[in-house]
């Protein structure tokens, strides 16, 4: 089994200490770094992406394999800078003012982390304005707003407003999701695109920023 595979099947089983050891050694044999991210790292976390939305592994799994990536990804990044490696895009993720939940949030940072997406995590009762100033500061592709509560989901249309307001909405792709929000609410308020969980979220993230990318 190459070290790649390694990684990729340690992380899978949330093994963050093997995951470093063998990522140190991936680097000092030489291995070209994008190779180490790309076929060890997010190779598995894609698999536990996969797993998890076909219910064969849950939220723990998905927070201990992500633990496994972070673990190696520490020692890839100042090697990922300085080879000019990029991310395939930028996020600002957040949940909606007035809504203190970050479970699920957290749990689509670590999946579109897991996609090679560079993801500004704004994080809960946040505004329009800043969800709107972050994006514009940034230069993000998506803003990816999660919204738990049914007296919050209303605070996904101000988003929307001030995208618009700002001049940005052509420019930004609108994520929605949580528990209380459907496909038939994206469309009511003027989003982009709902998803129904995490690891659909990061599907559609990358696919997006692939194509404004292109």
Request: glycine content about 8%.
């Given at each position: 089994?190459?070290?790649?595979?390694?990684?990729?099947?340690?992380?899978?089983?949330?093994?963050?200490?093997?995951?470093?050891?063998?990522?140190?050694?991936?680097?000092?044999?030489?291995?070209d770094?994008?190779?180490?991210?790309?076929?060890?790292?997010?190779?598995?976390?894609?698999?536990?992406?996969?797993?998890?939305?076909?219910?064969?592994?849950?939220v723990?799994?998905?927070?201990?394999?992500?633990?496994?990536?972070?673990?190696?990804?520490?020692?890839?990044?100042?090697?990922?800078?300085?080879?000019?490696?990029?991310?395939?895009?930028?996020?600002?993720?957040?949940?909606?003012?007035?809504d203190?939940?970050?479970?699920?949030?957290?749990?689509?940072?670590?999946?579109m982390?897991?996609k090679?997406?560079?993801?500004?995590?704004?994080?809960?009762?946040?505004?329009?304005?800043?969800f709107?100033?972050?994006?514009?500061?940034?230069?993000?592709q998506?803003?990816?707003?999660?919204?738990?509560?049914?007296?919050?989901?209303?605070?996904?249309?101000?988003?929307?407003?001030a995208?618009?307001?700002?001049?940005?909405?052509?420019?930004?792709?609108?994520?929605?999701?949580?528990?209380?929000?459907?496909?038939?609410?994206?469309?009511?308020?003027?989003?982009?695109?709902?998803?129904?969980?995490?690891?659909?979220?990061?599907?559609?993230?990358?696919?997006?920023?692939?194509?404004?990318?292109?």
């Amino acid at each position: 089994m190459s070290i790649l595979n390694e990684i990729s099947t340690n992380l899978q089983q949330g093994k963050a200490k093997v995951v470093k050891e063998l990522v140190q050694k991936a680097i000092d044999d030489g291995i070209d770094v994008k190779a180490i991210l790309d076929e060890g790292l997010l190779a598995g976390m894609s698999v536990i992406g996969e797993k998890f939305k076909n219910n064969e592994v849950y939220v723990p799994d998905v927070l201990i394999a992500a633990r496994a990536m972070n673990a190696g990804a520490e020692l890839l990044k100042p090697l990922l800078a300085s080879s000019g490696v990029k991310a395939i895009g930028k996020v600002v993720l957040g949940t909606v003012k007035g809504d203190l939940h970050d479970i699920g949030k957290n749990l689509v940072r670590m999946m579109m982390e897991g996609k090679g997406l560079e993801v500004i995590d704004v994080g809960i009762d946040v505004s329009s304005e800043k969800f709107i100033n972050t994006a514009k500061e940034t230069g993000a592709q998506i803003i990816a707003c999660s919204a738990l509560l049914t007296t919050t989901m209303g605070e996904i249309k101000h988003v929307v407003e001030a995208a618009k307001a700002a001049g940005i909405r052509d420019q930004v792709t609108i994520m929605i999701g949580g528990a209380p929000v459907t496909d038939s609410f994206c469309k009511q308020v003027e989003a982009d695109i709902y998803t129904p969980d995490a690891a659909s979220a990061a599907d559609e993230a990358a696919r997006v920023c692939k194509e404004k990318c292109a």
